[in-house]
């Protein structure tokens, strides 16, 4: 059986990494894009030899082709998980339109185009899983976080609108929308915010923060044949936080 290939954007820390591990341990060749390379480059040795490092910035639009290109010389790409994303924390009327574009940029014209790139091959092989990673931002109002708010809602938008054109390919899409997770910028950004992070796990029913490797799992289960008739999903694992009262 051909080995499968996968890309991970983002996927040298967080969320990212536990997902491109979670793809590596069962076998699965996986691509980690990430803008540094010392940072790429050590996840993949620690994630082992199914890790290849790219080092590429995604804001690079017009240098997507290529990089995508180069990946499938050798093949189909049977999975890409759209996991880079930034963030950033103003209050409404001090986020410039600069700002606003840094973040839609990154979040939303970078998915684009490695999603448009991808499926160009995927079309001409047998098809494919596309997994888009959104979050909890999306689902309800958040403060000082517009920009990042306005990105994840294209996100979830952009994931029924593919699933919904490229099905006729066998390409599938969803989107796992992350609730709040014990990484390290999480944990700095709730433990400097003590009343922040109990409104958090008061309104989460399970009463914890999730792990990455709950994100990751999630992600394989869209990514292989489990999900075969699963295509333009928003799957929260957030611990019931969406549902919260």
Do not use: W
Not at 198 to 209: A, D, H, Q
């Amino acid at each position: 059986m051909t080995k499968k290939i996968a890309i991970v954007t983002g996927g040298n820390s967080g969320l990212g990494f536990a997902t491109a591990k979670k793809l590596c341990d069962n076998g699965i060749t996986t691509y980690v894009i990430g803008r540094t390379k010392d940072k790429t480059e050590d996840a993949c040795t620690e994630i082992g030899s199914n890790a290849i490092p790219i080092i590429f910035d995604l804001n690079n639009l017009s240098e997507i082709p290529a990089m995508i290109a180069d990946i499938a010389k050798d093949g189909n790409i049977d999975i890409l998980v759209n996991n880079a994303g930034i963030n950033s924390k103003k209050e409404f009327t001090d986020v410039s339109d600069e700002d606003f574009e840094n973040i839609i940029h990154t979040n939303i014209k970078s998915v684009f185009s490695v999603s448009r790139e991808v499926v160009k091959v995927m079309k001409n092989h047998s098809g494919g899983s596309i997994i888009n990673i959104s979050s909890m931002a999306s689902q309800y109002g958040i403060p000082k976080v517009i920009a990042y708010s306005a990105s994840k809602g294209a996100i979830e938008a952009m994931t029924r609108a593919m699933a919904v054109e490229l099905a006729q390919f066998n390409i599938r899409v969803n989107c796992v929308a992350p609730g709040f997770i014990k990484t390290k910028m999480s944990a700095k950004a709730l433990d400097s915010d003590p009343e922040r992070k109990n409104k958090v796990l008061s309104r989460t029913p399970m009463g914890i923060l999730g792990e990455p490797s709950d994100i990751g799992d999630a992600v394989f289960y869209f990514a292989t044949s489990e999900s075969k008739f699963v295509t333009g999903t928003i799957l929260p694992v957030d611990g019931g936080n969406s549902i919260g009262f």
